[in-house]
């Protein structure tokens, strides 16, 4: 009885710990084909790329951001630091967008090396991997300012 009072308490303590302790932030490195010009983007600018506000670049070629699946650490991050969303708010706002026929979400890749394999394939292409991922030839990365 006491060991299921002792488990009971450490869940309870583990719940009213800042979500941020619970669940560790993943860092990320934004990431484009080696032949795209950009260096630099706002916060502001990659958010509406991938919520598909813009969606060209400054050449006038169609702007393609690829996306990491909902379970992913790192869409987490990336969507609560650059979305300011949850998950679920950008699900939920996807699915209004495709049911109006306004647009649809971006594809998704199920690994940081696809979104890379993505990215070699599609010079257009934009996307975030984990940012202890060498990404090897081909891509480069994107600084992302404030």
Do not use: C
């Not at 869940?11 to 669940?23: F, N, T």
């Not at 706002?42 to 060209?56: E, G, M, P």
């Not at 650059?82 to 998950?87: D, K």
């Not at 594809?107 to 940012?131: F, H, W």
Request: charged letters at 20%; hydrophobic letters at 40%.
């Amino acid at each position: 009885m006491l060991q299921h009072i002792r488990g009971a308490t450490v869940a309870a303590l583990v719940l009213l710990l800042p979500a941020g302790l619970r669940a560790q932030e993943v860092a990320y490195t934004l990431v484009v084909h080696t032949t795209n010009p950009i260096a630099h983007l706002s916060r502001d600018q990659v958010s509406k790329i991938f919520l598909r506000k813009i969606t060209l670049w400054d050449d006038r070629q169609p702007v393609l951001p690829i996306d990491q699946t909902p379970d992913s650490p790192v869409r987490r991050s990336f969507t609560k630091q650059i979305l300011q969303r949850t998950i679920a708010w950008v699900e939920t706002w996807w699915q209004q967008q495709t049911f109006a026929g306004v647009g649809v979400a971006p594809p998704e890749r199920t690994s940081d090396l696809e979104v890379l394999e993505y990215i070699r394939k599609y010079p257009n292409a934009i996307g975030y991997v984990r940012a202890d991922v060498p990404i090897g030839s081909g891509v480069k990365t994107v600084t992302v300012t404030p």
